[in-house]
């Protein structure tokens, strides 16, 4: 069991998405994530800066960047976040979407922060591979019953998003490392240290990514084929139980059917188009 599943489960903390966006997109993620640890260790919200235990004169900085975002206040020494209410009146927690964490260290917070672009990107293509298998189905369906009674709605849908999607080609959940820096427009170090995290709490795997490249070859054809790839210093090639296949780029790989398991991640929107100024 990983650290991340061995904390404790009863405690989660729920951070608005616009709250997220607003930190991702001005530039006061590292003020959010002490929000955070601050919600999660002080649920009565009130406390002394000195019983946090951390760095005093950087708490203060983070703490003068939430007072600004309204969400707590402080005088001579003493915190006062600001009541769920007023959040939820300040974020409209009626719409949009939610994030759940379970991680209770600044340390962990920082981290899970950094990685829901990651999240939502691998969590969308798992519900766009679901959409376009049911709309797949549909279609099936409908080409060996072409007489068979659908309902309106549903027939139109499927001639909407068939306009701009393949519904014949479902890849796998995937996302290259570079793309990952990408996504978080960070440096590629950043984004090695993203995917240990999402490695160590099991929420994606980053894995070797191999596509086979022929069918039931013969062994003859494929010790040439392997030979002239390494020649000509192309991907790594291999001959297995008949079939010749090609390393590409490593991947992420989505492992929860609901990432972190604690609720949901991205609702009905994604992160991964968000960019900082």
């Known amino acids: 069991m990983s650290e991340f ?7 989660t903390t729920r951070i608005h998405g616009k709250m997220y966006y607003d930190a991702f997109k001005h530039g006061w993620m590292p003020s959010l994530a002490y929000f955070v640890f601050l919600s999660v260790n002080f649920p009565h919200k009130r406390f002394k800066v000195e019983e946090t235990g951390l760095n005093t004169k950087v708490l203060y900085k983070h703490l003068s960047v939430l007072r600004e975002k ?3 206040e402080y005088k001579n020494g003493v915190v006062s976040i600001i009541s769920n209410k007023k959040i939820i009146q300040k974020y409209h927690f009626h719409s949009g979407f939610r994030l759940f ?8 917070i920082k981290q899970f922060l950094k990685s829901v672009p990651i999240i939502s990107n691998l969590y969308r293509q798992k519900k766009m591979i679901a959409v376009k298998e049911n709309f797949r189905r549909t279609y099936a369906y409908l080409k060996q019953n072409p007489l068979a009674k659908v309902k309106v709605k549903a027939y139109k849908a499927l001639l909407k998003f068939s306009k701009d999607h393949d519904i014949h080609t479902i890849r796998p ?4 490392l570079c793309k990952a820096g990408e996504i978080l427009s960070c440096s590629k ?17 980053y894995q070797r990514n191999f596509k086979l490249i022929a069918k039931q070859v013969s062994e003859e054809y494929a010790k040439q084929a392997i030979s002239h790839n390494k020649e000509n210093g192309s991907k790594f090639t291999f ?4 079939n010749l296949y090609e390393e590409h780029s490593p991947i992420f790989v989505l492992q929860l059917s609901n990432p972190l398991g604690l609720g949901s991640v991205v609702g009905n929107r994604g992160i991964s188009s968000v960019k900082k100024k």
């Open 5 to 11: 599943q061995q904390q404790n489960t009863n405690q």
């Open 70 to 72: 309204g969400l707590l």
């Open 101 to 108: 964490t379970k991680e209770n260290t600044l340390k962990g």
């Open 173 to 176: 959940i995937q996302l290259s």
């Open 189 to 205: 170090p950043t984004a090695v240290k993203i995917r240990k995290y999402l490695n160590n709490v099991d929420i994606a795997k």
């Open 239 to 242: 001959y297995n139980s008949g």
